[in-house]
């Protein structure tokens, strides 16, 4: 089974600076594998270990997203190689754009079987791109999967719903977005770490690869999500019973209870 | 000069910034010290990450490492709050990967691997503190076989090891430096008591008593050369004293940042208290002392990957971060007020800890001993 893991080189949430006014400052945030990929890493790790089959990492953006470090960091949780679409021309990309960039770079590859992708970025959040990127390969799309592992003929996924668990089984091939908690994904240690250099890199420029042109949005304006009448109110804890009182009556008059 | 981090290391502490986010959160540690227990889980998690095999030899399925690298990881797991959390460890597989048998070593990583602590080291007695050369317990060789009588004490760790490495002397022979011998002894040995000493510091690890009453062992129980124990536990003490200043600079790193983040936001006289002048004088010296701290750890980490010889390198380098480690948890403290001598405060503990480490693998007052000796024979 070939498995192909799209992730991104998204900036490190430790580095970013959130303002008073709620506007989140990345200027000085360092890249990292966003936080929530791993999970699909790892997925994918154990359902290669699983089949005997291979683990491809994809990562398309600006040319920033290509470092030795940001080899390292990927190859490190589990890949077995890695291919790589870096190009200052997608610095701004949209959603749409970077999953028509990422079905042109999976076609290349050749032979996937399967697209593991994380629920959403940590930049950005839209956890848009995998849904598009299965629409652009023509094949079938899942978010919320909270579980994958192998059957006879494809694979067995679980869906984490709101009305409830599902199991499918899935024969063709298939993008599945993974939940948060689908697995734990495990740390990489200094083997991992030392052999990630040594793993194939394969850049593959973007003029190489069939992109349709996909017309972008024009943002008009934005906003701060609202954060609400923040207010600190201290209550003195010298007697539990008329401060839990006190903390009751609190919540009530803010409308939390 | 590069200060910079290498790509392995950076990638390095980015997974432990994981792993002890997952396995060893503050509640975590708390919970530990309340309840006097050793961090097992978290031992366990970090052997499973490979991190507990890190520096030794790949024969012995460990990654080389540098020591340098080594002291920025026990430097970080400290600095989560976490006492003697990493480091200790790796140096004892060392002693008996450089001087054991390959029944010892094998039986030793073994137990490195499952998250045990494989022995506690056993040099002090009630007669025989920093004049180590003291010692008084008896090792008797006769018919293949070893005897042990004695009492050791202050052993950190023996309730949770499997082994006692035993430093004990044969009584014919005069000379200290050719008496003494390494053993490994197991704890549940007979003839083997311990007592528990209840302290005030380092409440993760149990502190005891060890009697030997003619404890009979097999001679297989030796660590490397008869009569060469002395000079072996001095090379253990050289990397030891190195992981205790990391270790020292971790914990004064996490007191000073939950004294610099309090006085932000603790407001007295209508302002933080961080925009007294009187505060701001503590948070820069602390500030201060731990920069030198981090430039004295380090360097002396390089000077081993170098090969350079430590001479009273160590010494001076574990003297300085014991002393300037607690002044930065001290002042800490003063700077929570009254709170921070409450249990529930963390720089409690850092503070409790930190004082430990004045007397642990030697005193502040032994390396002068030490350092000074050399310093006026390399100027003689
Ligand atoms: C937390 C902790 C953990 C420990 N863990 C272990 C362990 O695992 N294994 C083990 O074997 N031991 C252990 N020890 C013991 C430790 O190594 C000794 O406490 C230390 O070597 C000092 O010996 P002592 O306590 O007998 O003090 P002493 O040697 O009696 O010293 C008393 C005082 O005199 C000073 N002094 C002594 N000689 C001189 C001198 N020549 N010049 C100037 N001042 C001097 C000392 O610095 C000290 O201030 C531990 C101790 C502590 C506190």
């Known amino acids: 089974m070939k498995i192909v893991v799209a992730y991104k080189w998204a900036p490190n949430p430790q580095d970013a600076e959130v303002a008073p006014d709620g506007s989140v400052d990345w200027s000085r945030a360092k890249g990292a594998v966003s936080e929530y990929d791993p999970v699909a890493f790892e997925a994918a790790r154990q359902l290669a270990d699983a089949t005997g089959g291979e683990v491809v990492g994809l990562t398309v953006g600006a040319a920033s997203v290509d470092s030795p470090l940001a080899r390292k960091a990927a190859l490190s949780r589990g890949l077995d190689r890695l291919v790589v679409v870096a190009d200052d021309r997608l610095a701004d990309a949209d959603g749409t754009r970077l999953a028509a960039v990422l079905a042109a770079a999976v076609r290349s590859i050749g032979d996937v079987d399967l697209v593991l992708a994380g629920d959403s970025s940590v930049d950005v959040a839209e956890g848009q791109v995998p849904m598009t990127l299965a629409g652009q390969l023509g094949w079938l799309g899942m978010a919320a999967v909270s579980g994958v592992t192998p059957s006879a003929d494809g694979v067995v996924v679980e869906r984490d719903l709101p009305g409830g668990i599902t199991t499918l089984a899935l024969t063709g091939p298939a993008v599945l977005a993974v939940t948060t908690d689908a697995v734990v994904p495990r740390v990489p240690g200094m083997k991992d770490i030392l052999g990630a250099a040594k793993k194939p890199v394969e850049v593959v420029p973007l003029d190489a690869l069939e992109v349709p042109d996909v017309v972008a949005a024009t943002t008009l304006s934005g906003s701060r999500p609202e954060t609400g009448n923040r207010r600190g109110v201290i209550i003195d804890g010298a007697d539990a019973s008329s401060a839990a009182a006190e903390l009751v009556a609190a919540l009530r008059t803010a409308r939390a209870l | ?380």
């Open chain 2, 1 to 380: 000069m590069d200060f910079g981090l290498t790509d392995e290391q950076q990638l390095l502490l980015e997974s432990l910034d994981e792993l002890l986010e997952r396995e060893c959160p503050e509640s975590y540690i708390a919970e530990l010290d309340l309840n006097h227990q050793p961090p097992t889980t978290f031992r366990r998690a970090m052997n499973d990450a490979g991190f507990g095999s890190l520096g030794f030899p790949e024969e012995y399925g460990g990654t080389p490492s540098d020591a340098l690298t080594l002291v920025m990881l026990a430097e970080r797991v400290a600095r989560q709050g976490l006492n003697n959390g990493y480091g200790l460890e790796l140096l004892q597989a060392m002693d008996i990967l450089e001087f054991g048998s390959e029944e010892q070593k094998t039986e030793i990583l073994g137990l490195l691997a499952n998250g045990d602590v494989p022995f506690a080291l056993g040099f002090t007695e009630p007669g025989a503190g920093s004049d180590n050369s003291a010692m008084a317990t008896t090792a008797v060789h006769h018919d293949g076989m070893v005897t042990f009588n004695g009492t050791k004490t202050l052993i950190t760790n023996a309730l949770q090891s499997r082994y006692l490495l035993l430093m004990a002397k044969d009584p014919q022979v005069e000379d200290p430096r050719k008496s003494i011998s390494m053993y490994l002894v197991p704890m549940d040995a007979p003839g083997v008591t311990t007592n528990r000493l209840d302290k005030i510091v380092w409440h993760i690890s149990d502190s005891c008593e060890i009697f030997l009453d003619d404890v009979t062992l097999p001679e297989s129980s030796l660590v490397g050369v008869k009569g060469n124990g002395f000079k072996q536990l001095m090379r253990n003490f050289e990397l030891e004293r190195l992981v205790i200043a990391a270790n020292c600079l971790g914990l004064a790193q996490c007191a000073f940042d939950d004294a610099a983040t309090y006085a932000a936001q603790r407001v007295q006289f209508g302002k933080p208290i961080g925009s007294f002048q009187l505060i701001q004088l503590k948070l820069t010296d602390m500030a201060i002392k731990l920069e030198n701290i981090r430039n004295f750890v380090y360097k002396t980490a390089w000077m081993v990957d170098q090969e350079l010889p430590l001479k009273s390198q160590g010494a001076l380098c574990k003297r300085y971060s014991a002393m300037a480690a607690f002044e930065v948890a001290d002042e800490a403290m003063q700077i929570f007020g009254g709170v921070g001598v409450t249990v529930g405060t963390r720089v409690s503990r850092l503070w409790r800890d930190l004082r430990g480490h004045r007397f642990g693998g030697g005193t502040d007052e032994i390396m002068v001993h030490i350092a000074g000796r050399q310093i006026v024979k390399d100027h003689s």
